[in-house]
């Protein structure tokens, strides 16, 4: 109870001296009063107003990606945000910020009755300005979106806009496997020893999940460990074409011409030559490559065509943190 007399009293202190302070009898000016200038408020609140829709327009030209002139709009709208800005501080130099000064150099800071004749020049200086709030809401907006738009290309460092081109796939359950002209594969006419590379039909073939490599292998050369059961189609294995060391294409598939004292068989990278073994999942048995080759699991329809079952096993792409730390979408 005594502590909210307290707080009571105090409040009572602060409002009489709050009033005092307002009716203290008023000193003399060192700025000359000027009248308002409220067009040329306007004035600068516009240009601010543009200067940010001007910057949020970078920002969505960029997030947008494919669009035509993407590189012209970036360049005009990042341009007139800055113009704008420009514009806005020089009208708000010119219009309202003061430019009186002392007659004479200032004393040593140390004085306090020339402090007070500086904060009081300061105070005075702006009291013409009616949009005080509003002009620094402005400045705060116009300055937040030009930061942005100065770390917007930073996402080019990494996906942020369209994650889902790194951990979803055009693959599905039934999707049938085409070649380059878009003709279906069959499965009898997948030969061992041959490279054949395959994309899901109707998808946009530019997706980072979407080719894959397709080599046939005997039955019983197959190990694929127990997560990997039933992937394989009549010893048809398909793998993404993706690397996942550096993201380069797998485009070498190495057969042994003399299979008792040569390597089996195996899909290259010819980037920084990680190798893989297609038949115990996509392994690596050489190079830098961190993580298997992600593998598409594979059914024969009843005409003989080569149709997915669903999703890869793993994420597709090289491994970086967020492959490693998410699997596919379903």
Same mark, same amino acid.
């Given at each position: 109870?005594?502590?909210?007399?307290?707080?009571?009293?105090?409040?009572?202190?602060?409002?009489?001296?709050?009033?005092?302070?307002?009716?203290?009898?008023?000193?003399?000016?060192?700025?000359?009063?000027?009248?308002?200038?409220?067009?040329?408020?306007?004035?600068?609140?516009?240009?601010?107003?543009?200067?940010?829709?001007?910057?949020?327009?970078?920002?969505?030209?960029?997030?947008?990606?494919?669009?035509?002139?993407?590189?012209? *709009? +970036?360049? !005009?709208? $990042?341009?007139? /945000?800055?113009?704008? &800005? #420009?514009? =806005?501080? @020089?009208?708000?130099?010119?219009? %309202?910020?003061?430019?009186?000064?002392?007659?004479?150099?200032?004393?040593?800071?140390?004085?306090?009755?020339?402090?007070?004749?500086?904060?009081?020049?300061?105070?005075?200086?702006?009291?013409?300005?009616?949009?005080?709030? *509003? +002009?620094? !809401?402005? $400045?705060?907006? /116009?300055?937040?979106? &030009? #930061?942005? =738009?100065? @770390?917007?290309?930073?996402?080019? %460092?990494?996906?942020?806009?369209?994650?889902?081109?790194?951990?979803?796939?055009?693959?599905?359950?039934?999707?049938?496997?085409?070649?380059?002209?878009?003709?279906?594969?069959?499965?009898?006419?997948?030969?061992?020893?041959?490279?054949?590379?395959?994309?899901?039909?109707? /998808?946009?073939?530019?997706?980072?999940?979407?080719?894959?490599?397709?080599?046939?292998?005997?039955?019983?050369?197959?190990?694929?460990?127990?997560?990997?059961?039933?992937?394989?189609?009549?010893?048809?294995?398909?793998?993404?074409?993706?690397?996942?060391?550096?993201?380069?294409?797998?485009?070498?598939?190495?057969?042994?011409?003399?299979?008792?004292?040569?390597?089996?068989?195996?899909?290259?990278?010819?980037?920084?030559?990680?190798?893989?073994?297609?038949?115990?999942?996509?392994?690596?048995?050489?190079?830098?490559?961190?993580?298997?080759?992600?593998?598409?699991?594979?059914?024969?329809?009843?005409?003989?065509?080569?149709?997915?079952?669903?999703?890869?096993?793993?994420?597709?792409?090289?491994?970086?943190?967020?492959?490693?730390?998410?699997?596919?979408?379903?």
């Amino acid at each position: 109870m005594a502590r909210a007399k307290d707080w009571v009293l105090s409040a009572l202190v602060l409002l009489i001296a709050r009033g005092r302070s307002r009716s203290r009898p008023s000193v003399q000016r060192i700025v000359p009063r000027r009248p308002t200038t409220p067009r040329a408020e306007l004035a600068v609140l516009g240009l601010l107003g543009l200067s940010s829709l001007s910057a949020i327009g970078f920002i969505v030209v960029y997030a947008l990606g494919a669009i035509p002139a993407q590189t012209q *709009l +970036l360049g !005009l709208s $990042l341009g007139l /945000a800055l113009l704008f &800005l #420009a514009a =806005a501080l @020089i009208v708000a130099g010119k219009a %309202l910020v003061p430019d009186e000064e002392l007659a004479e150099p200032y004393p040593p800071p140390e004085h306090p009755i020339d402090q007070r004749i500086v904060t009081q020049l300061a105070d005075e200086g702006v009291d013409s300005i009616d949009r005080r709030r *509003l +002009l620094k !809401l402005g $400045l705060l907006g /116009a300055g937040g979106t &030009l #930061a942005l =738009a100065a @770390i917007t290309p930073a996402l080019s %460092l990494g996906p942020l806009f369209r994650t889902k081109y790194l951990y979803g796939t055009p693959w599905r359950k039934g999707r049938r496997l085409v070649d380059e002209d878009g003709r279906p594969l069959h499965a009898a006419a997948i030969q061992q020893g041959e490279f054949y590379t395959a994309f899901p039909e109707g /998808a946009d073939r530019e997706e980072l999940g979407s080719p894959v490599v397709v080599v046939r292998l005997p039955a019983a050369a197959l190990d694929l460990p127990s997560a990997l059961k039933g992937y394989d189609a009549e010893g048809i294995v398909a793998y993404s074409a993706i690397c996942t060391h550096a993201g380069c294409a797998i485009s070498m598939y190495r057969v042994p011409t003399f299979p008792p004292v040569e390597p089996g068989p195996a899909l290259v990278c010819p980037c920084h030559y990680s190798t893989f073994d297609p038949a115990t999942g996509g392994t690596v048995v050489f190079g830098p490559a961190g993580r298997p080759l992600p593998m598409l699991p594979l059914r024969v329809d009843g005409e003989g065509m080569l149709r997915a079952v669903g999703n890869f096993d793993g994420a597709v792409g090289p491994s970086w943190w967020g492959v490693r730390l998410r699997g596919p979408n379903p």
